[in-house]
């Protein structure tokens, strides 16, 4: 019987004999349809086909055959006879020792030969082989081995370069077959898992890495494994790891493979911006909140709202009280407090309005005063802060209000402390952290100068007011009269601007009534105004001059004086009540560029009159001719002089404010006239405002008697706001 394994790579693609066209190995179709094993023909024509080597070891012999593939793809001569040895002397040195213990192990166990190694071939280069035999037995003896090899060298190099990649590649990779156990692991899959892969080579990952059972690990591999689509996720793994990985996994008939970055620096990074960004906000909230008021009390006091609970559980805020009158010892004052929760704010409050007065010197209230340095209770604050609290309720309170934490952090003014801030943490968070208290101390910082500045603010201010007191003095006593006047000074400025009013009586009896208003808003505009309403004093009790006249001279007077000041103004003097009249008042005024009076008459009616024509400003022409109109007042009449501060303002033209004017006083006409005054400013005026306001209204006795219902005669004192 042929021997089944010889020749049949030897077959070449030679034209039959017949002149037919051949198949393959020189088998031309004629023969195959003859022949009685076509079956076992094409089955040697398709081992040729595949590049694989057969051959035949006679174990008892120990003569090696190969047909031609064979011989080719080890590089052996066609005549050389090859035993075991001569064959296993052209195996690579480095797998020599494999190959012919996996040959001994496959003859004595009469079992398989199954091996992949490298030989050297006559070039002295190297080829992968992929072998693999069966031993034969007769009689219960084995008698030789048959089996096949075939060149695995191309896929053998496809996979080194892949592993070459992987192995070279910045990211980790492992790969894990159908059981999750790794199969693979580069280098820095090793790097990053903190582990070698001959530990990791035929592990089970979830014993190996047993953090990952029930997180996003399991769930995110097995997903892909059961869908067999992709995943992607971040996940983190915590120690011995400590990290955060960008995963993607990638499932196949073998199992998954897995690709992963470590993002950790990339996660804090981002961590790190978004608490930056919370910390603006929170800075530009409080910075918005205390810019909005010039009262740096009621901002600051509102403070313990806004770091409530981004820096702390619960809040109280401490005013260093400035004011001399308070005693030789500067007070403390507790002016805000809050808590997160809603249900504990009454006890919160309660204890800020106690525990000032139930501080002992020791205390880290007075601790943080002293220093000008923050205070930190780390732990136990709440026994540690009852310790410095007399008996009584302040203790009770905190112990009920629990803090475990507590930092008492200074807010610093340009000559030291004025102000406090203590932020309280309840046992389930931990202590501010180094970043935190930063952020604490730049929003003490900034209420810090906001309450000084609004104190530097208070005394402009009452240094202001001071000077307007002595420049807008009380009206007089007018027989059958009632004057009223009011100054509001700009909400944005020192409290005094260019804005004035003025009432004095004259020699022959008759009383002077002025409104006026100097161009600018700021201190020049006030020095200004007392030198331009003195002069007009001055004038006015010197000469006895009617309003056209007193203004005439106001002008050449200031050309004289070198004063380039500009100025609105209305001169009205209501003339002595004369044998006759009724009760009737003449009223003579000249108006220089100022917005018009208004009449209220006795029936409520309101009337808003205009000069017989339309004079300068004062210093701009000063030879200007002023005209003088006349108007006549009923009894109970009321003549109304007030600044464009009233009517005017950047969102609202003087045409529509002196409208809105109108219709105000039309509906307070008949209240008293203090009332009239003030409802008027509380109905026009805008809570912030960039121009004073000034107002002056004498109203005419009803009957013309001193001792009338409305109290005319009595001067009204001025006021501002």
Known sequence: MPDPLAGTAARGLDDGADGRRPLLSGVPLNRLAASHDAGRVLGELAIAAAGIGVFRWDLVTGRVSWDEVGRDLLGLDEGTEHTVGSLTSRVHPEDRARVVAALDAAVLAEDGFDAEYRVLTPDGGTRWVSARGRTMLEEGRPVRMVGAAYDTTARRRSEARIAEVLESMPTAFFSLDTDWRFTYVNAEAERVLGRPRRELLGGDIWELFPAALSSQFEDGYRRAVRTG?????????????????????????????????????????????????????????????????????????????????????WCLVTLVDDDEQAGARRGLRDIGWWHADPEM?????????????????????????????TVVVDARASARIAELLEPGRARDLIARLAPETASVIPLRGRDGVVGLITLFRGAERQALT????????EVAARAGLALDNSRLYRQQRQLAEGLQRALLTEPPRAPGLRIAVRYEPAAEAAQVGGDWYDAFLQRDGGTVLVIGDVVGHDIVAAASMGQLRSILRGVAVATGAGPAELLEDVDHAMVTLQSATLATAVVATVEPERSGDAGHRTVRWSNAGHPPPFVIGPDGSVTEIHADEADLLLGVVPDTRRGETVTVLAPGATLFLYTDGLVERRDQPLGDGIALLHDVLREVAHQDLDVVCDEVLRRLLPATRSDDVAVVAVRL????SAGSPDGAGAPSSPRSR
């Open 434 to 441: 180094a970043d935190e208290l930063a952020t604490a101390g």
């Open 345 to 373: 704010r009454p006890l919160v409050e309660e204890y800020g309005a106690m525990r000032i007065g139930a501080l002992r010197d020791r205390s880290f209230v007075a601790q943080a005063l002293s220093s000008a340095d």
């Open 701 to 704: 006795a009803d009957g013309g």
């Open 229 to 313: 689509r992709p995943a992607s996720f971040d996940a983190y793994y915590p120690a011995p790891l400590d990290a955060w990985f960008e995963v993607r996994a990638w499932p196949g008939p073998d199992g998954l493979a897995v690709y992963f970055l470590d993002i950790t620096a990339r996660r804090q990074a981002e961590e790190q911006a978004a608490h930056l960004a919370h910390r603006a906000a929170l800075v530009a909230r409080v910075t918005a909140e205390l810019s909005e008021t010039l009262d740096g009390e009621q901002a600051v006091g509102r403070l313990a709202q806004l770091v409530v609970p981004d820096l702390a559980d």
